[in-house]
């Protein structure tokens, strides 16, 4: 994952939807970029995990728009999409 894509996810998470670390609930983030397709070589297949971000595992979701991003919590209810 480039610098930019995850410095761009914790200010999403930070910035816009909880202002501390320990108030965000718990879940995961899907996200893609152009970056995750071509970027290392080789295709990252849909629902590859990519690394985590403030603790939150984040995954590729193919159907998604480049620099798209969707915040769930355990739960499986969005709470935030870019």
Same mark, same amino acid.
């Given at each position: 994952?480039?610098?930019?894509?995850?410095?761009?996810?914790?200010?999403?998470?930070?910035?816009?939807?909880?202002? %501390? =670390?320990?108030?965000?609930?718990?879940?995961?983030?899907?996200?893609? /970029?152009?970056?995750? @397709?071509?970027? &290392?070589?080789? *295709?990252?297949?849909?629902?590859?995990?990519?690394? %985590? =971000?403030?603790?939150?595992?984040?995954?590729?979701?193919?159907?998604? /728009?480049?620099?798209? @991003?969707?915040? &769930?919590?355990? *739960?499986?209810?969005?709470?935030?999409?870019?």
């Amino acid at each position: 994952m480039l610098r930019s894509d995850h410095v761009a996810i914790i200010d999403i998470l930070r910035g816009t939807v909880r202002p %501390t =670390v320990a108030q965000m609930p718990r879940g995961y983030v899907q996200a893609d /970029a152009a970056s995750w @397709r071509t970027g &290392y070589g080789y *295709a990252l297949a849909d629902g590859a995990f990519i690394g %985590t =971000v403030l603790g939150l595992k984040l995954t590729r979701l193919d159907s998604l /728009a480049d620099g798209h @991003r969707d915040y &769930y919590d355990d *739960a499986g209810s969005l709470i935030y999409t870019t």
